[in-house]
């Protein structure tokens, strides 16, 4: 995966359907890889994850600060994409990777 979505990705500007595309290979990556690997991440488009994960705001807002190709109102709008797509799909929302990690490596079928 990281040699399809790169850190440069972040460093530009794209269209709606360039965002589109790339993160549907994303997506269909991600099904494939998901039959032998745990996946923590949130690379998608229409991928459903197992799990969600939302830091706590002041969490957020400390990592975005250290990051110069982020912006707190961009990761907002995933956050909100991410919350309903958890709404949706019913999926689980946890606040910290580790207790995420823990839910689908207890749940998953690879074990």
Do not use: C
């Amino acid at each position: 995966m990281q040699h399809l979505h790169s850190a440069t990705w972040n460093t530009r500007k794209h269209s709606t359907e360039e965002e589109e595309r790339h993160y549907k290979r994303l997506d269909r990556e991600l099904a494939v890889a998901t039959k032998t690997h745990y996946i923590m991440g949130s690379l998608f488009w229409d991928f459903v994850p197992d799990a969600i994960v939302v830091i706590p705001d002041k969490k957020l807002r400390q990592r975005v600060a250290q990051r110069s190709d982020l912006e707190y109102s961009r990761v907002k709008q995933i956050e909100a994409t991410l919350k309903a797509m958890a709404k949706k799909h019913k999926v689980r929302v946890f606040d910290t990777f580790e207790r995420a990690s823990r839910f689908v490596v207890a749940t998953s079928a690879l074990i």
